[in-house]
């Protein structure tokens, strides 16, 4: 499966390459309402607002998962109260074990 990850990594960034190289043409951001004009490169504007919505979107999910989170924390925390509470059990009781035979019939 990582193997898989990687080809599919390996493919967006063979995407991404070609995309920056074949737009490099310079595009006009106006950053309305101040007065200022950039110009960066068409690549940029595509490839950086895709990062600011992956980070974006991450950052939502991350927040929107607290809870879950937490939940977790809290009975991790308790199962490991509740394992140091209780003695580690070894192997089978004398209550559930048959005394052996002694001689034959």
Not at 40 to 68: K, T
Request: hydrophobic share 50%.
């Amino acid at each position: 499966m990582r193997f898989i990850g990687w080809i599919v990594g390996l493919a967006l960034g063979i995407v991404f390459v070609v995309f920056a190289v074949r737009n490099r043409v310079q595009a006009e951001v106006d950053l309305w309402p101040s007065p200022f004009v950039i110009e960066v490169p068409l690549y940029v504007l595509v490839l950086g607002g895709l990062a600011v919505g992956i980070l974006a979107g991450g950052a939502f999910v991350w927040l929107g998962q607290g809870r879950w989170r937490r939940t977790a924390r809290r009975q991790r925390r308790t199962l490991t109260r509740l394992e140091r509470e209780q003695p580690p059990k070894t192997g089978a009781t004398s209550a559930t074990t048959l005394p052996a035979q002694v001689g034959g019939d």
